[in-house]
């Protein structure tokens, strides 16, 4: 009897992760297939910034080499855009690098088309030396261009942003980071925390733009006709909208992922905020079609976060194999970072406001900072700058939802030892102990 065909579209770390969570409880069910558009196997997408930084090689960051897919019995067509999916015949259609058409038929099929890069739609988008920051060619892109030109511009202020600063600086790039916030890493950090790491950052020898709007990207092919406003040639310059500029011969938007909803919008499948998915990444509209990773809208939600996707892809593998007891019920999520060698972490309601109360401890001269929120006497947020090592002890705590009444004023100094640690109080949100693992 022929196995049932499993065809995946995209071939990035979540819909693998999905792959080798199925091939561990239902090795050789079906005959699976892969279309990748990178020519490249798949490799750890959050491991770029150290390849850029001059850390890594390329190699070394390969997740599943090719001999991966051969020992799995899995087709994969790297290299190669799909173009149209049939529903109908239950058929994908993709073009190959050759311009060759590649056809492979499906009873299921998978979606991991992740997620595009968001570029800033100003004047000058489009000069050579404007990049996102979002896979291989990209960084190779970076690392091109860092050999040959002195000074870059990155126009975003994340995690992304900070990273790829931080990289071309120690290809030896003059660089500065422009952001329109208030302060960087807003979504990870409050401004106490953001204003220690700019300070660092600075220290290292990057610039930093902040609250900074960009007009346009000058262009050096008419840059002596006029004012030289042109968007010809190679970029020159960022301006910006209180008419100052800066030069930049590599200007790097780091401003924001949109889910990639293309092919399914074309396939006429349910999309708001990325592809609707039910609890088992079943995409609405049609049962044989799953969803997974950052393309994936589930309750409203698309994670742009490991961890969630890596949980969804232990669902969809669990009901691909035909165990039917998997549900995904959303995820919360913590930010551990480290940022140029620089420890983060927050989780919760870490802005903190009314109603909350907030303990604070503050050593800017050994930088360290750490701010806890309490509301109703249950941790609901934490913000931790230089000493992170009791994250996943905040995080316990805060996902359990207990109060913390009898161990207040131990909070700020971690976990204390088994022995001590006051037992939970009862608590109708409690979701488990905290125990470590």
Not at 390 to 403: E, I, K, V
Not at 415 to 427: F, G, K, M, R, V
Request: with cysteine; net charge negative; aromatic share 6%.
């Amino acid at each position: 009897m022929d196995k049932p065909r499993l065809v995946m579209v995209g071939n990035g770390m979540a819909g693998v992760r999905t792959l080798e969570e199925l091939l561990k409880i239902a090795p050789g069910l079906y005959d699976i297939t892969v279309f990748g558009a990178e020519p490249h196997p798949n490799y750890n997408r959050i491991l770029l910034s150290p390849v850029l930084a001059g850390e890594q090689t390329l190699d070394e960051i390969i997740l599943n080499d090719w001999d991966w897919y051969a020992q799995h019995g899995i087709a994969l067509h790297a290299g190669c855009t799909v173009t149209e999916v049939d529903r109908v015949r239950r058929v994908v259609h993709a073009t190959n690098a050759a311009g060759e058409t590649v056809s492979t038929p499906y009873d299921r099929l998978i979606l991991a088309t992740g997620s595009n890069p968001f570029m800033l739609p100003v004047p000058g988008h489009g000069l050579e030396g404007v990049l996102a920051y979002r896979d291989i060619a990209d960084t190779q892109a970076m690392i091109d261009a860092a050999a040959r030109y002195r000074q870059a511009v990155v126009i975003g202020g994340g995690l992304l942003g900070l990273e790829a600063a931080n990289g071309l600086m120690k290809r030896g790039m003059d660089v500065t980071v422009v952001h329109v916030g208030d302060w960087l890493l807003e979504r990870q950090l409050d401004a106490t925390a953001a204003g220690l790491l700019q300070r660092a950052l600075e220290q290292r020898g990057l610039h930093f733009r902040l609250k900074a709007q960009t007009a346009a990207l000058l262009g050096d092919a008419d840059a002596d006709a006029g004012e030289g406003t042109g968007t010809a040639g190679r970029v020159r310059a960022v301006r910006f909208q209180d008419g100052s500029e800066i030069p930049a011969q590599l200007v790097v938007m780091a401003v924001g992922i949109r889910p990639n909803t293309r092919l399914a919008e074309q396939m006429r499948l349910h999309v708001n905020r990325g592809i609707v998915v039910s609890d088992t990444l079943q995409t609405v509209t049609d049962p044989r079609i799953y969803a997974v990773g950052e393309c994936a809208a589930h309750r409203g939600i698309a994670y742009g976060l490991v961890a969630p996707l890596f949980e969804q892809g232990r669902v969809l593998a669990n009901h691909l194999a035909q165990h039917g007891i998997g549900r995904y019920q959303g995820s919360l999520v913590s930010t551990k970072l480290k940022v140029t060698g620089i420890d983060l972490f927050s989780a919760g309601d870490f802005q903190g406001g009314e109603g909350t109360e907030e303990i604070v401890m503050s050593d800017p001269a050994g930088g360290i900072y750490k701010k806890l929120v309490l509301k109703d006497d249950r941790l609901v947020g934490a913000c931790l700058y230089g000493d992170t090592a009791d994250g996943n002890w905040y995080w316990r705590l805060l996902r359990a939802g207990m109060t913390v009444t009898e161990i207040r004023d131990l909070l700020m100094f971690g976990e204390p030892p088994a022995e001590e640690a006051a037992p939970p109080a009862t608590s109708p949100t409690a979701t488990g102990t905290l125990s470590k693992q």
